[in-house]
C-alpha cells in the first residue's frame, strides 16, 4: 500500500467510501491493465474486450467493498481474471474453434498455440484457488505490493504456489 | 473529461475506440450507482425491525410510521451518498434509540396526582434527547467530524427518537429536539473551539 493520494490504493479507497470525483481516475487507470490481462489470457482481441468490459462492471461495481487495507491492482486483477476465465468457460461451451489458416501455419504459431494452451490451463488451475491465494499470486505476477509483507508474504506465497502446483497436478496429471 | 480525452489519453483500444469507452464508462457508474442503491436499502433493513417494534409498541401507529418512514429515506440516502454522511447513520441510529426506548417504555407507565394521570412521555423524550445528544457530540468530537457528520448524525438521532416521542403529540417531538440541543450544543462548542485553535496554530 501507498500513502501517495493520486495512487490506485488511494483512489479506490475514496471511491469505495463514495467519492465520485474520483471515478473517472479510477476507470482509467484500471482500464490497461484489465485489458492487458484479457488480451493475455483469452488472445482474441473480441473476446478479451468482452471480458474486459465486464470486469470493468465487476470491479467498479464492488468497488464500495474494496478494503482499503489491501493493495487494489491485485485486487482488481483477481476480478478480471475470474472474468476472463468465465470467457473462456463460454468459449468452450460454444465449442468455438481458432484454426490455424494453413498459410499462417508454422513453428511460431504452433508455440502461440501451445502457450495459449498452457495460460487456459493455468488459468483454470488459479480459478479453483481460494481469493487469497488468487490475489497473492496475481500480486506476484504484477510485482504489486500484496496486502502482507516480509515473512508472511513469503510464506503465503508459497503457500499458494504449491497448492496451485497441486490443483495444476490434479487437473491435468502433469507439474 | 469526454471522449476525446479517453482517446487522448491512449484508453481507446482497436476493439474499443473512444466513444464506446465512453459509454462504457457510463455504464460502469451507473452499476455502481445502481451497487450503493442496494446496499444502502439493505443497510437500512435494522431500521425496518426498530420501525415494527416501535409500530407494535407505540400508540400512534400514524406519526411513528411518518417519522420511520423519514428515518429509513433519510438513513438511506445518506448510505447510498457515502463519505461523512455515510458514517453518521450508525451512531445517529444508535443514538436516536435512547429517545425511542425511553419513550415507548414511559407510554406504559402513568404518574398520577390530584389532577389526574399522565404518562412520563414528555421527561422521557427530554433526557432521551440530551442522552442522544452527548452520544452525538461524543462521537463527533472523538472522529475530528466534519459539519456533515454532525448534522447527518443529528437529523437521524431526532428521526429515529421522534418515531416514540411522538406519544404526546408533536410536543413529545419538541421535548426531544431541545433536549438534543443541550446535549448536543456544547460538544459542537467544544468542536468549533478546539478546530480554531488547530486553525491558530
Redesign the interface.
Known amino acids: 500500500m501507498t500513502n501517495d493520494p493520486s495512487s490506485l490504493d488511494a483512489l479506490m479507497a475514496r ?1 469505495a ?3 465520485r470525483t474520483v ?2 481516475q479510477v ?2 487507470l484500471v ?2 491493465p484489465v ?1 492487458r490481462l484479457c488480451a493475455s489470457y483469452l488472445h482474441n ?2 473476446d ?2 468482452d471480458a474486459a ?1 465486464e470486469a ?2 465487476k470491479i ?5 467493498d474494496y478494503d482499503k487495507t489491501r493493495p487494489a491492482l491485485p485486487w482488481a486483477m483477481a476480478l478480471a481474471a475470474w472474468e476472463c476465465r468465465t470467457q473462456l468457460r463460454k468459449r468452450s461451451r460454444r465449442r468455438e474453434s481458432y484454426e490455424v489458416p494453413s498459410d499462417q501455419a508454422g513453428p511460431d504459431v504452433e508455440q502461440a498455440l501451445l502457450e495459449r494452451d498452457v495460460v487456459r490451463a493455468a488459468l483454470s488451475a488459479l480459478g479453483e484457488l481460494s481469493e487469497t491465494d488468487r490475489e497473492t499470486l496475481l500480486a506476484t505476477f504484477w510485482d504489486e505490493a500484496a496486502s502482507v509483507s516480509g515473512a508472511t508474504l513469503r510464506k503465503r506465497r508459497e503457500r499458494a504456489f504449491e497448492r496451485l502446483r497441486a490443483t495444476f497436478r490434479r487437473l491435468y496429471g502433469v507439474d | ?1 469526454g471522449s476525446t480525452d ?1 482517446a487522448s ?1 491512449g ?1 481507446a ?4 475506440n473512444a466513444a464506446e ?1 465512453a459509454r ?2 457510463r ?3 451507473k ?2 450507482e ?3 442503491v442496494r ?1 444502502a436499502l439493505w443497510g437500512m433493513a435494522p431500521v425496518v425491525v426498530i420501525l415494527v417494534v416501535a409500530l407494535s409498541v407505540g400508540q400512534r401507529a400514524g406519526s411513528t410510521l411518518a417519522f420511520g418512514l423519514a428515518t429509513l429515506a433519510v438513513g438511506a440516502v445518506l448510505l ?4 461523512d454522511p ?1 458514517k453518521a447513520v450508525l451512531p445517529g441510529v444508535a443514538a436516536g434509540l435512547v429517545p425511542l426506548v425511553l419513550s415507548l417504555c414511559a407510554n406504559h407507565v402513568h404518574m398520577c396526582g390530584p389532577e389526574g394521570c399522565s404518562t412520563l412521555c414528555m421527561p422521557a423524550c427530554a433526557v432521551g434527547g440530551v442522552v442522544a445528544g452527548l452520544a452525538v457530540a461524543r462521537v463527533g468530537n472523538r472522529r475530528k467530524a466534519g459539519v456533515w457528520f454532525w448534522l447527518s448524525a443529528s437529523s437521524l438521532a431526532i428521526l429515529t427518537g421522534a418515531m416514540g416521542c411522538a406519544c404526546i403529540g408533536y410536543s413529545g417531538v419538541m421535548g426531544l429536539g431541545l433536549g438534543f440541543g443541550a446535549g448536543v450544543v456544547p460538544g459542537l462548542l467544544r468542536r468549533l473551539r478546539s478546530r480554531e485553535k488547530a486553525l491558530d496554530a
Not at chain 2, 447510498?80 to 463519505?83: A, E, F, I, M, N
Request: net charge positive.
Open positions: 471511491l467510501e463514495g467519492d471515478f473517472r476507470f482509467q482500464w490497461g485489458l482481441e473480441a478479451a474486450s468490459q470493468m462492471h467498479l461495481e464492488r468497488a464500495s | 473529461m479517453s489519453l484508453l483500444s482497436p476493439s474499443l469507452l462504457l464508462e455504464s460502469v457508474r452499476g455502481y445502481l451497487r450503493r446496499y447510498w451518498y457515502g463519505r455515510q
